[in-house]
């Protein structure tokens, strides 16, 4: 039969000093246990870490140990500096020659090794090694890494070599015998963990997934069906920022970028060359007509800029503060919204609704998985749906529309014309005419999909100087380019509302 070794090195730092440094692996000498002997078990080679007395008691503690659990252990403390890894290493060799130096049995020999750093008292590393019957039995990988960490290591930082092995040794003959510490969580596991607990939990995700299938079915539903992908307008009279706001179900962030290039298109303002930025150019925004602002959604946004100005110009910081403040355009939107019965009240609470549980999901999936490994695989009948309950109850919160029923049919032909819009942008014979259009690309968020034709077509009528006045605008300087740099991602649109190898194994560690 094939034995696997299950070696844990753990490393706990030490009251103020660090770890020593580590070496790949131990040198041949440090592997060396000479002078083992049938009739001795305790091994002091620092000559002072055990007195007579404790060494004799150890030493009757050992014999007790093996009458009553069969674990034949001997004990090693010297001084030596290694780490952790090589610590192991070292108490598997001293099992193994205590092994070949005695005859016993290797499937029940133990070893302890205690290396403790020369010149300390408060430093040292200690391993344990057990043969197959004890490591395949009630003394597995991880609690040798317990024997270790929890009883060999804390007695070692204060220099109390005797109180360390003696820990370990009643931890190691509680284990063998009774096998390892059952936690709190562990008898919770055993108890209503693989009794009532699984079902009772099945039965709340299901009860959850009922309830939010049960609201979500009642959303609103647009009662036309979706028009065919068009480059053409629906209309000339709904601004590009109520469009974009039809199609993502509420206000976006790039209806302000988009009427600032309106505006510029009326002439009502111009873009100039501001100063460079990390060596690219940018643009700013000089007012020039106010009489050529028409609508509500223009209004907020030149209203805006006129408190940027200074001198009639918003130069470029100022007109990315403008750009980053969505709320009056979002008030404007939101109020013909209302005025035209397309948004929907309310769902706010249901949105929160499907948030709790989600929440109710994810509490029974994390708490379900922690009894599960502590012990009580069946929990994962009630921790596997209560993830997918939290999934499911995100997904409704973010996808439940905003709108009413005449929000959504309104909605329909503005998703066409974005559809349309987006797949001209993909194929270079479809004739888009991007001064009419630019507007609602930038709301739409299609600008990333049409930065090509934008920075290498014809030049744009928002990024001209308006006739009859005296403003010289180079094309190299303000274009598509120097707008989105200015804009970043408003441009693209964003939401603003919405074991050993003669069988064993051990552990070893550090203070």
């Known amino acids: 039969m094939i034995r ?25 000498e440090d592997l060396r246990f000479d002078g083992l002997t049938t009739g001795e078990r305790v091994y002091d080679r620092t000559g002072f870490s055990l ?38 290493d070292q108490v ?41 019957r004890f490591d395949d039995g009630n003394v597995p990988s991880d609690e040798q890494e317990a024997i270790v960490e929890d009883a060999l290591i804390p007695p070692l930082k204060d220099g109390d070599v005797a109180g360390s092995l003696n820990a370990g040794l009643d931890r190691l003959q509680s284990s063998i015998v009774n096998g390892p510490p059952v936690t709190a969580l562990n008898r919770f596991a055993a108890g209503p963990g693989s009794s009532w607990l699984p079902w009772t939990g099945l039965a709340a ?20 069906s979706a028009d065919t992908p068009t480059t053409y307008r629906p209309d000339h009279r709904t601004d590009p920022a109520v469009a974009t706001a039809l199609v993502h179900r509420s206000s976006q962030a790039s209806a302000t970028s988009a009427t600032v290039v309106a505006l510029a298109a009326d002439d009502a303002v111009a873009f100039e060359p501001d100063e460079k930025k990390h060596g ?24 805006q800029l006129s408190e940027h100005a200074v001198d009639g110009v918003v130069d470029n910081a100022a007109l990315k503060k403008v750009g980053a403040n969505t709320r009056p355009v979002g008030a404007v939107v939101n109020a013909e919204f209302d005025a035209r019965g397309w948004r929907a009240h309310g769902i706010g609470r249901l949105r929160w609704a ?30 596997v749906p209560g993830g997918l309950l939290m999934v499911t109850g995100l997904v409704m919160a973010a996808s439940y529309p905003g709108l009413t029923v005449a929000g959504l049919d309104a909605a329909r032909p503005w ?51 308006p006739a009859g006045l005296p403003l010289a605008v180079d094309p190299s300087v303000v274009n598509w380019a120097a707008f989105s740099a200015t804009f970043g991602a408003s441009a693209s649109s964003a939401t603003v509302s919405g074991g050993g190898a003669g069988g064993g194994g051990g552990a070893a560690g550090s203070t």
Do not use: H
């Not at 070794?5 to 692996?25: E, K, P, Q």
């Not at 060494?55 to 090693?76: F, I």
């Not at 133990?110 to 200690?126: C, H, K, V, Y």
């Not at 109710?360 to 379900?368: D, F, K, S």
């Open 4 to 28: 696997t070794r299950f070696a844990i090195a753990i490393v706990v730092a030490a009251t103020v000093l660090g770890i020593a440094g580590c070496s790949d692996a131990s040198s041949a």
């Open 354 to 383: 499907f948030a709790g549980l989600a929440l109710l999901g994810g509490a029974i999936m994390v708490g379900a998985g922690v009894v599960a490994a502590a012990g009580a695989p069946i929990m994962l009948v009630a921790a």
């Open 415 to 465: 998703e066409a014309y974005r559809d349309g819009l987006k797949a001209a942008a993909k194929k270079d014979g479809t004739a888009v005419d991007l001064d009419a259009a630019l507007p609602d690309i930038v709301a739409l968020g299609l600008g990333a999909a049409y930065k090509k034709r934008l920075e290498s077509g014809p030049e744009l009528r928002a990024f001209t100087a």
């Open 51 to 88: 007195d007579r007395d404790q060494t004799d008691a150890l030493e009757r503690r050992l014999e007790t140990l093996r009458v009553e659990t069969g674990a034949d252990v001997v004990v090693w403390v010297r001084e030596l500096d290694a780490d952790s890894d090589e610590t192991l």
């Open 205 to 224: 995700v299901l009860a959850g997934t009922v309830v939010a299938f049960s609201l979500y079915r009642r959303r609103p539903r647009a009662t036309v």
């Open 280 to 303: 690219k150019p940018t643009v700013r925004v000089r007012l020039l007509d106010e009489s050529k602002v028409r609508g509500d959604v223009p209004r907020a946004v030149w209203d």
């Open 92 to 132: 598997e060799a001293l099992q193994q020659a205590r092994v070949a130096a005695t005859g016993i049995d290797q499937d029940i020999a133990g070893a302890i090794l205690i290396n403790r750093e020369p010149g300390t008292t408060d430093e040292a590393r200690a391993g344990i090694f057990l043969g197959s």
